[in-house]
């Protein structure tokens, strides 16, 4: 199983920045897909979740309308959109898999440093 991050890095206040995630090794349709953050020293936490039909999303209230995450079952990718970006959304972003009793989580953090 592997979920492989990419799209991390610096942005200025105000700009976008787009995460990916690329899966493999299971059976992509099939699992719902998240992204969780962790901001320094705070708690790891839930920014956004797909259903696995793609066709149900879930943000974090202070992310609602900012981020934007979707899914391509073809590809087997999931992505998530950023804009507005503050210092506040300086976190390591990690992108999970979750099918009970499966649970897999990304392992190249991502990083974005608004500056």
């Known amino acids: 199983v592997q979920l492989v991050e990419s799209g991390g890095g610096l942005v200025q206040p105000g700009g976008s920045l787009r995460l990916s995630c690329a899966a493999s090794?299971?059976?992509?349709?099939?699992?719902?897909m998240s992204w969780f953050r962790q901001a320094p020293g705070k708690e790891r936490a839930l920014a956004a979740r797909?259903?696995?039909?793609?066709?149900?999303?879930y943000y974090a209230s202070s992310l609602k309308g900012r981020f934007t995450i979707s899914s391509d079952n073809a590809k087997n990718t999931v992505a998530l959109q950023r804009s507005s970006l503050a210092p506040e959304d300086t976190a390591v972003y990690y992108c999970?898999?979750?099918?009970?009793?499966?649970?897999?989580w990304g392992q190249g953090p991502q990083v974005t440093a608004p500056c």
């Open positions: 999970t898999a979750y099918n009970y009793p499966s649970d897999y």
């Open positions: 090794g299971f059976t992509f349709r099939r699992y719902i």
């Open positions: 797909i259903s696995s039909a793609g066709d149900s999303t």
